[in-house]
C-alpha cells in the first residue's frame, strides 16, 4: 500500500467516525428538543432541532417536531414549510397525516378573528412521587383572535365533601399552537385558588404541558372533545 493509498484509507476513516460523532450529537439535540417541547418550551426547542438538523437534515421527524415548535410559536409560514420537508422525506404514517392536515387547513389563511368555541377532555397529574390520582376535567371555551375565556369542570377530589364538582374559570391565549391560561376555582367546595396552565397544541389539536401553583408543578393533556 503506497502512501496516497494509506492517505485516502486514512480520510475515509476520519469521515466515517466524524459523521457517525455528528449524528449521535444530532439524535441528543433532537431527544433535548422533544423534551422541551413536550414542556411547552417552544423557543428553546426549536433552537434544537433547528441545530441537529444542520448535522442532519433528512430527519423527517426532526423537521415535523421543528414544524409543531413553529405552530407554537406563532410563527405559520416557518410551519409551513417545516411540515412540507417533513413530508418531502416522509409521506406515511400520523405524523405526516397530521402534517397534511395543518397544511390544508392553513392553506394560505390568515389567524381567524372570528370567535370560535372548544372543547376539551383533558387529565391533569400531580408531580412524580405524589400518591394522588390522575384528574378528568372537561374545558369549554371560546377562542377570539388569540384571547381565550371559558370554563373548567372536573370532580371534587380535594375541596368540601359537600359539593360533588368543582368550578374554575379560564382565562388566557392561544398565540399560534402556545396555549397558556389561569383556572380560578369559583369558591365552590370552598376551593378558590388559581392554576397556570402553559402546553403546545399540535396539529390534531391536543395539548400537553404544565401546570404550577407556586413551587408545585405537574403536567397536563387536553384532548378534543366531539
Not at 428538543?33 to 411547552?40: A, K, M, R
Amino acid at each position: 500500500m503506497n502512501g496516497m493509498t494509506r492517505g485516502f484509507c486514512g480520510l475515509a476513516l476520519f469521515v466515517a467516525l466524524a459523521t457517525s460523532a455528528w449524528a449521535k450529537d444530532a439524535q441528543q439535540l433532537f431527544f433535548d428538543g422533544y423534551e422541551l417541547l413536550q414542556q411547552g418550551k417552544a423557543s428553546e426547542a426549536a433552537a434544537r432541532f433547528e441545530q441537529g438538523l444542520a448535522l442532519e437534515p433528512g430527519n423527517a421527524d426532526a423537521h415535523y417536531f421543528l414544524a409543531e415548535a413553529y405552530v407554537a410559536l406563532g410563527k405559520p409560514d416557518k410551519a409551513k414549510a417545516a411540515f412540507q420537508k417533513s413530508l418531502s422525506l416522509n409521506v406515511q404514517g400520523e405524523r405526516a397525516t397530521k402534517a397534511r392536515k395543518y397544511l390544508q387547513e392553513n392553506a394560505g389563511q390568515a389567524q381567524s378573528t372570528q370567535a370560535r368555541q372548544y372543547r376539551w377532555e383533558g387529565t391533569y397529574w400531580y408531580a412524580p412521587g405524589s400518591r394522588e390520582k390522575p384528574v378528568n376535567f372537561v374545558l369549554e371555551a371560546t377562542i377570539e383572535g388569540s384571547r381565550l375565556a371559558g370554563k373548567i369542570t372536573e370532580p371534587n377530589t380535594f375541596g368540601d365533601p359537600s359539593a360533588a364538582l368543582l368550578y374554575a374559570r379560564v382565562e388566557g391565549t392561544l398565540t399560534g399552537r402556545h396555549l397558556r391560561f389561569r383556572k380560578s376555582y369559583d369558591g365552590t367546595g370552598k376551593v378558590d385558588h388559581s392554576v397556570e396552565y402553559e402546553g403546545v397544541m399540535d396539529a390534531n389539536r391536543e395539548v400537553r404541558g404544565v401546570w404550577r401553583i407556586s413551587e408545585t408543578t405537574g403536567r397536563f393533556e387536553l384532548r378534543p372533545s366531539p
